[in-house]
């Protein structure tokens, strides 16, 4: 059971997490402390420490702080006193989560370079692990695995007869890739693969390795590890 979150007028001046940060640096703030922190103020019906307790513990599928990473725009302005202002707010400070973790495997000159298994974990967990429908991404590189490109292929699924190798390697030729990424998703689940995974991985491999494109991994994001069909010795 969580204890009892103390509003802002509550608390003793040390004890409230502007002043908190202050004189210890922010690793002491807990989640909602921290969030209120950068939220600054509240709505007319909670204080900042109620709102920021709010969205990190509300009633979601995913509990802890990672859960503001799964508010939509609407789904921010139907909470009771959240207005379009403290929306915008919220969805900007997930966002910056995602860039600052998306430039670890970024370049100096903004080029994103996707070599080994963990790379391509890095690069797209932040996105994909908190979408609550399964999506099927293809990354399209260049010979040194530049990203050129990646686009979504499925939603909702990917089980191998609606992965249309035909449309992945077109775009792979329109792009003129020379190597493939696949890269899914298992909301809410564990990252091993199923039988239509393995299965739909071979296909696209067989199908790449055919016209001279290396499919060179088959990554699957799950709630909090992946899955690297490379690392398991599944592809070559």
């Not at 004189?23 to 909602?32: A, C, F, I, N, R």
């Not at 790379?119 to 979408?131: K, P, T, V």
């Not at 299965?199 to 088959?218: C, F, M, P, R």
Request: a negative charge.
């Amino acid at each position: 059971m969580r204890e009892k979150i103390l509003r802002i007028n509550e608390r003793h001046d040390d004890d409230k997490p502007y002043e908190k940060c202050r004189k210890s640096g922010p690793g002491v703030l807990t989640d909602s402390e921290l969030l209120a922190v950068l939220l600054r103020t509240g709505t007319r019906d909670m204080d900042v420490m109620m709102l920021a307790e709010h969205l990190v513990h509300g009633e979601r599928e995913y509990e802890g702080i990672s859960s503001i990473l799964h508010y939509t725009y609407e789904e921010l302005t139907g909470i009771k006193g959240i207005g379009p202002v403290k929306a915008v707010q919220i969805l900007c400070i997930s966002e910056l989560v995602q860039r600052i973790w998306k430039s670890s495997i970024t370049d100096k000159n903004s080029v994103v370079r996707l070599k080994t298994p963990s790379d391509c974990a890095r690069f797209f967990s932040q996105e994909m692990r908190y979408l609550e429908k399964e999506e099927l991404k293809i990354a399209y590189l260049d010979i040194r695995y530049r990203l050129i490109d990646s686009i979504i292929m499925t939603r909702g699924t990917c089980d191998s007869s609606l992965v249309s190798v035909r449309d992945i390697l077109e775009g792979a030729l329109k792009k003129h890739a020379a190597r493939l990424l696949m890269i899914h998703n298992h909301p809410y689940s564990d990252a091993l693969p199923s039988d239509a995974d393995i299965e739909a991985t071979n296909k696209v491999s067989e199908g790449a390795e055919a016209i001279g494109i290396k499919l060179i991994d088959h990554i699957i994001i799950g709630s909090n590890d992946y899955f690297s069909f490379k690392e398991k010795g599944l592809l070559d």
